[in-house]
């Protein structure tokens, strides 16, 4: 019987969403291609996790080793390099996360499977893999075809596909015996670590004023202060900003960043590459401001407005002290 | 510290109009500005700063046409020594599979005790390049690299996780590390680096220079090909508010008042 793999992903004793996400995706292929679909756990003292999995798969494999406890990209290859080789899946999905931006394009050098990575749909053309991808910040989509395999892997973007409520599968959970033999010297996992909190917590804000590349320069950021203040809220940005150290970490919404959901979130010069979107996507009320009509941001918001911020800002930031006395 | 730094030249897309190359398969580059890739701008930096600390080498390598000289360029004046090119019609269509086989050609047989890569590319944006490289070189990796220590035959990294979480790894060298922005300040590169940068030989390898036959590259050597691209389609779309900028932003504050924001 052909399998359609998924890998498990978890960290700090939680599956992660994508996992789920991905088994809905795989759920859907599995069944067009006629596959089993098998979830692959690794790691250690993960019981929990497997009976969680075997209501969304048809069949859960699991190594538990202690070596595998915390992600290690090497220990995660030796071993997934053991499975896909014996057991040929059709597929093997991996999250475009931290993780699978480390695991996946060596396990697929080393298997000599073709790759795509970051994808926003894929699907089996008879025998073709096809995928979608996002190019050009998001500005851009590429319909790609892999080359013809038996066996593909496929890193999916998260927060693309939605995860469905399983119907449950009671799937078999099987146990396989750990293939490392070694330890693994080259590479150490030694700790997580997470920044200091600040003294503002953007994640319990109601009014978010965001700013990101358009801002331009650190001498322009009283433009967008001023805004945040008349309006009661906290300054936030998108990546490039902490990255120039014009904010500190814990501003930066995004993947990487803080998940925020407040009342109103107020877009400034960003152009709204994926990793920022899904940390703000689901608050009440977006109000994009750039001069990039085809800036991705624009698909995000509710409202928008195609201007130079510069003169938006502060207009919007007078009308409201207007309005306020 | 002998450092390989591999670069891309890239197209400036963030604020610029994209149109569809009539072949369906590209974008046209004609009125794009082209520059070093973010993410491996930063990894030049890192490597300088490298070099500065512990003495060494640093080598930036690209594979692109003669227009990635000024990218070259650019890493020479931040401080690299050496610069190498990798150009034949042949690599035409390779996807990141294929371009890092011409790197790994390259590479292996120069001495080097880190390659730095940035974690992806602004354009295609496959975060692949760094990992398959360091899988065909046989030596270890570590992607989304905030902070590097060095030790005594190792480093010590801080590596960029989701939600604002980070961990921290060691890695034996020789390593390949993929580089995340804001690791460092690129500094700033004065008219003078430019024009000592500009006197610097850069060495230009080609398909049999590398020891690459036409099968490996291009799209036969490539894990996936591209079969059309297209501008994303309308799932959602902003109301977008007309108007002077005084009539736009009282749209927008009566908005918030009917929602009662303000």
Redesign the interface.
Same mark, same amino acid.
């Given at each position: 019987m052909k399998e359609l793999f998924v890998l498990a992903e978890h960290?700090q004793g939680e599956l992660r969403d994508i996992t789920f996400e991905m088994l809905t995706k795989g759920m859907e292929l599995s069944q067009k291609i006629n596959a089993d679909l098998t979830a692959v756990l690794l790691g250690h003292n993960i019981k929990e996790f497997a009976k969680k999995l075997a209501d969304h798969a048809k069949r859960v494999l699991i190594i538990d080793d202690a070596r595998l406890e915390?992600?290690?990209?090497?220990a995660y290859q030796r071993v997934l390099f053991h499975l896909i080789s014996e057991r040929k899946p059709s597929l093997t999905l991996i999250g475009?996360?931290?993780?699978g931006?480390?695991?996946?394009?060596?396990l697929?050098?080393?298997l000599n499977l073709?790759?795509?990575?970051?994808c926003i749909d894929l699907d089996f053309e008879g025998e073709k893999l096809?995928?979608i991808?996002?190019?050009?910040?998001?500005?851009?989509?590429?319909?790609?075809?892999?080359?013809k395999s038996e066996s593909y892997i496929v890193t999916l973007r998260p927060a693309t596909f939605e995860a469905q409520e399983p119907k449950p599968q009671d799937g078999d959970i099987v146990k396989i015996a750990s293939p490392l033999s070694e330890d693994i010297?080259?590479?150490?996992?030694?700790?997580?670590?997470?920044?200091p909190a600040g003294e503002v917590d953007i994640t319990k804000a109601d009014?978010i004023v965001a700013i990101g590349?358009?801002i331009k320069d650190a001498n322009n950021m009283p433009v967008v202060e001023k805004l945040a203040e008349a309006?009661g809220g906290v300054l936030a940005c998108s990546?490039?900003i902490?990255?120039?150290?014009w904010l500190p970490?814990?501003r930066?919404v995004g993947?990487?960043? %803080? *998940?925020v959901k407040p #009342?109103?979130y107020i877009a400034i010069g960003i152009?709204g590459q994926f990793q920022h979107i899904s940390g703000m996507k689901n608050s009440?009320?977006?109000?994009?401001i750039n001069?990039?009509?085809?800036a991705?941001i624009?698909?995000?918001?509710?409202?928008?407005?195609?201007?130079d911020l510069f003169?938006?800002v502060p207009?919007?930031t007078? %009308? *409201?002290l207007e309005? #306020?006395h | 510290m002998n450092v390989i730094v591999c670069v891309k030249h890239v197209p400036e897309t963030a604020e610029a109009e994209i149109a569809i190359h009539e072949s369906g398969k590209r974008i046209k580059t004609e009125d794009l500005v082209f520059d070093i890739n973010e993410w491996d701008d930063y990894a030049v930096e890192e490597a300088v700063l490298l070099k500065e600390k512990l003495g060494g080498s640093v080598t930036a390598v690209t594979v692109g046409p003669e227009d990635a000289d000024s990218t070259l360029r650019k890493c020479l004046a931040r401080g690299a020594d050496r610069a190498i090119r990798l150009t034949d019609k042949a690599f035409e269509g390779s996807d990141s599979y294929a371009i890092t086989k011409i790197l790994y050609k390259t590479i292996k047989d120069l001495p080097f005790d880190l390659i730095l890569t940035g974690t992806q590319a602004s354009d295609d944006g496959c975060a692949q390049v760094g990992v398959v490289l360091a899988e065909l070189l046989g030596i270890p990796h570590v992607t989304m690299v905030k902070k590097v220590e060095t030790m005594e035959g190792l480093v010590k990294v801080n590596r960029e996780l989701e939600g604002g979480l980070g961990e921290v790894m060691e890695v034996k060298l020789p390593a390949l590390l993929a580089i995340q922005t804001g690791i460092n300040e690129p500094r700033y590169i004065s008219i003078m680096g430019i024009r000592k940068a500009m006197k610097k030989e850069i060495k230009v390898l080609s398909l049999r220079d590398v020891g690459l036959t036409e099968e490996e590259v291009g799209e036969s050597g490539s894990w996936i090909t591209v079969e059309k691209m297209f501008i994303p389609p309308v799932e959602k779309e902003a109301e977008i508010l007309t108007g002077g900028v005084d009539e736009i932003a009282t749209k927008i504050v009566e908005t918030l008042r009917a929602k009662g924001l303000i």
């Amino acid at each position: 019987m052909k399998e359609l793999f998924v890998l498990a992903e978890h960290r700090q004793g939680e599956l992660r969403d994508i996992t789920f996400e991905m088994l809905t995706k795989g759920m859907e292929l599995s069944q067009k291609i006629n596959a089993d679909l098998t979830a692959v756990l690794l790691g250690h003292n993960i019981k929990e996790f497997a009976k969680k999995l075997a209501d969304h798969a048809k069949r859960v494999l699991i190594i538990d080793d202690a070596r595998l406890e915390n992600f290690n990209a090497e220990a995660y290859q030796r071993v997934l390099f053991h499975l896909i080789s014996e057991r040929k899946p059709s597929l093997t999905l991996i999250g475009h996360t931290a993780f699978g931006v480390d695991l996946a394009p060596s396990l697929a050098t080393e298997l000599n499977l073709p790759l795509a990575t970051d994808c926003i749909d894929l699907d089996f053309e008879g025998e073709k893999l096809v995928v979608i991808r996002q190019v050009y910040g998001g500005k851009v989509n590429v319909k790609a075809s892999l080359r013809k395999s038996e066996s593909y892997i496929v890193t999916l973007r998260p927060a693309t596909f939605e995860a469905q409520e399983p119907k449950p599968q009671d799937g078999d959970i099987v146990k396989i015996a750990s293939p490392l033999s070694e330890d693994i010297t080259c590479k150490r996992f030694i700790e997580y670590f997470q920044p200091p909190a600040g003294e503002v917590d953007i994640t319990k804000a109601d009014i978010i004023v965001a700013i990101g590349r358009g801002i331009k320069d650190a001498n322009n950021m009283p433009v967008v202060e001023k805004l945040a203040e008349a309006l009661g809220g906290v300054l936030a940005c998108s990546r490039p900003i902490v990255d120039k150290g014009w904010l500190p970490n814990d501003r930066q919404v995004g993947t990487s960043g %803080k *998940i925020v959901k407040p #009342k109103l979130y107020i877009a400034i010069g960003i152009s709204g590459q994926f990793q920022h979107i899904s940390g703000m996507k689901n608050s009440d009320l977006i109000v994009a401001i750039n001069k990039d009509s085809k800036a991705p941001i624009f698909r995000a918001a509710d409202y928008g407005v195609v201007e130079d911020l510069f003169k938006v800002v502060p207009s919007l930031t007078n %009308k *409201i002290l207007e309005e #306020k006395h | 510290m002998n450092v390989i730094v591999c670069v891309k030249h890239v197209p400036e897309t963030a604020e610029a109009e994209i149109a569809i190359h009539e072949s369906g398969k590209r974008i046209k580059t004609e009125d794009l500005v082209f520059d070093i890739n973010e993410w491996d701008d930063y990894a030049v930096e890192e490597a300088v700063l490298l070099k500065e600390k512990l003495g060494g080498s640093v080598t930036a390598v690209t594979v692109g046409p003669e227009d990635a000289d000024s990218t070259l360029r650019k890493c020479l004046a931040r401080g690299a020594d050496r610069a190498i090119r990798l150009t034949d019609k042949a690599f035409e269509g390779s996807d990141s599979y294929a371009i890092t086989k011409i790197l790994y050609k390259t590479i292996k047989d120069l001495p080097f005790d880190l390659i730095l890569t940035g974690t992806q590319a602004s354009d295609d944006g496959c975060a692949q390049v760094g990992v398959v490289l360091a899988e065909l070189l046989g030596i270890p990796h570590v992607t989304m690299v905030k902070k590097v220590e060095t030790m005594e035959g190792l480093v010590k990294v801080n590596r960029e996780l989701e939600g604002g979480l980070g961990e921290v790894m060691e890695v034996k060298l020789p390593a390949l590390l993929a580089i995340q922005t804001g690791i460092n300040e690129p500094r700033y590169i004065s008219i003078m680096g430019i024009r000592k940068a500009m006197k610097k030989e850069i060495k230009v390898l080609s398909l049999r220079d590398v020891g690459l036959t036409e099968e490996e590259v291009g799209e036969s050597g490539s894990w996936i090909t591209v079969e059309k691209m297209f501008i994303p389609p309308v799932e959602k779309e902003a109301e977008i508010l007309t108007g002077g900028v005084d009539e736009i932003a009282t749209k927008i504050v009566e908005t918030l008042r009917a929602k009662g924001l303000i």
